[in-house]
RNA sequence: GGAGGCGUGUCCGAGUGGUUUAUGGAAAUGGUUUCGAAAACCAUCGGCCCGAAAGGGCCUCGUAGGUUCGAAUCCUACCGCCUCCGCCA
């Protein structure tokens, strides 16, 4: 949620913002409703100054009278109220400064890092990889549970815990909280979260891109983030404290609503997958540090693991609706002849933290010298950022590091982890 | 899953329909005092609205509704915690 006050003094920025993300609020029409909730607060509070003086003597005439009005003036706000924030919530995130304009088309490549495998063989892909060296079972996964899942066995299990030992153990260096979340949660916590955005739910309409659970009223994360930033809603964090970092492992529910034709083949987009995600909340002014920090941790463990890869910035079109930047990392897929999205860094600023009630203690010392009496008191930034998305670095590894019997070479910073430094054909 | 109990501010804790503008402590912050500290004393110590400010008003006792002229207090639903039983890794 944006700030009202932002909003009045912003409105063409604003404005840009719902367009680019290809939404449509009337922002006009919020105006004209914010002021009449502004009035009629104001109405409302003077007459609830009349009853409770009313109720004080004891004058139940007056007071009856009083009722009635109010009765009426306090739901004529509550719709407007409603109304309002109806609105609010439809309202995108505003990109940082320097976020390119326009549609996916315009994102920006900013660096490469390594060349695109090459091959003196023909390479095989993840699914025929996975397969002969039997660490990867589609066809079992679709017979019991559909279409977009996999088992993963073998030294795949082992390959995974690797690459989650490698990412926990680099983070508690950077003094990242290695956290596992619940993976559930409430549905009315979702709407803090500004994934679940356009209007605030009816009772029964649930958010297509997530698994709901009507009998408990739950969802199953989409990501760790979810549960992560949850954790300090309604919370003042202290000031000594921040940046406060997480990185969570967790597993991952995508429905996929609406991808029917992409990424059939495989494990590139499945409805379950596990992840080590990274979340920050911290000041504003800090916040673009840390955003490259987190960058700088992911790729640093790009390039140890020896992945070629690319890192793009978003521009404003392709942003979510709670990011207001975002760099992405895409890891070179052979099989695809492409990069491809394995990794997502991005600040939702002080969005997340509004909707979600999320602050901070500043101390009382001001600029100048000057003391205030009390702490004042500021929403926090927060930040996240994909470590490890399981699945798609499995997929990275195997296809990119493959020898032309099918046996794969496993980087050697994952083999105090994993025990073996190469996976080789069973069938 | 069954039965019972509980939820008050940063914390402890009083209050069971009307001088409660939420008693009283503690902690914290600013100040007075002090060479400095401790102690003592004074002030501050939830959110929103109007206002340049001074100030004024409203809301806030887990959350949301309801009853009443008047609700922390009564009613309903939900959330959370505790105890016992059952079940279970």
């Not at 919020?30 to 007459?47: F, I, Q």
């Not at 659970?213 to 992560?228: A, Q, S």
């Not at 794969?408 to 069938?427: A, N, R």
Request: aromatic content about 8%; hydrophobic content about 35%; some cysteine.
């Amino acid at each position: 949620m944006l700030d009202i006050n932002f909003i009045r003094e912003n409105l063409e920025k604003v404005k840009k913002a719902v367009k680019d993300k290809k939404l449509e609020v009337d922002l006009d029409k919020l105006l004209k409703l914010d002021g009449e909730r502004r009035k009629l607060t104001t109405d409302v509070d003077e007459l609830r100054a009349k009853k409770n003086e009313a109720a004080k003597k004891k004058d139940i005439e007056a007071g009856k009278k009083i009722k009635s009005e109010l009765n009426e003036l306090e739901k004529k706000l509550h719709e407007v109220e409603k109304q309002w924030q109806d609105l609010m919530y439809q309202i995108p995130n505003v990109p940082v400064e320097g976020v390119p304009e326009g549609d996916a088309s315009n994102n920006k490549i900013l660096r490469k890092e390594g060349e695109p495998t090459k091959f003196e063989f023909t390479p095989k892909d993840h699914v025929e990889l996975g397969e002969i060296l039997d660490i990867i079972d589609i066809p079992r996964a679709a017979k019991v549970s559909g279409t977009r899942f996999g088992y993963l066995k073998n030294e795949g299990v082992l390959l995974e815990f690797a690459l989650v030992q490698l990412a926990i153990e680099t983070l508690r260096k950077e003094k990242f909280i290695p956290i596992i979340p619940p993976a559930l949660l409430k549905k009315e916590i979702t709407d803090g979260l500004g994934y679940w955005h356009g209007k605030i739910d009816d009772e029964h309409t649930a958010n297509e891109n997530y698994y709901y659970l009507p009998t408990d009223n739950l969802y199953l994360i989409g990501t760790g983030e979810h549960v992560i930033v949850s954790m300090h809603s309604d919370e003042v964090l202290d000031e000594k404290e921040l940046p406060k970092k997480y990185v969570a492992f967790s597993p991952c529910f995508r429905r996929e609503a609406g991808s029917y034709g992409q990424d059939t083949k495989g494990i590139f987009r499945v409805h379950q997958f596990d992840k080590v995600e990274m979340v920050a909340f911290v000041k504003p002014e800090d916040d673009e540090t840390e955003r490259g920090k987190m960058l700088s941790i992911a790729e640093d463990l790009m390039k140890r693991l020896g992945l070629p890869y690319q890192v793009v910035q978003l521009a404003s079109g392709d942003l979510s609706f709670p990011g207001a930047e975002t760099k992405d990392i895409e890891t070179w897929i052979p099989s695809q002849g492409k990069f491809r999205e394995t990794h997502s860094i991005s600040t939702t600023t002080d969005f997340q933290a509004r909707r979600l009630n999320i602050k901070y203690e500043i101390p009382p010392v001001f600029s100048n010298g000057s003391i205030a009496s009390q702490p004042l008191k500021g929403y926090v930034h927060i930040l996240n950022g994909t470590c490890f998305a399981i699945g798609r670095m499995i997929i990275a590894i195997l296809e990119n590091f493959q020898r032309e019997d099918g046996s794969v070479k496993i980087p050697e910073v994952l083999q105090k982890y994993t025990g073996f430094s190469e996976i080789t054909p069973k069938k």
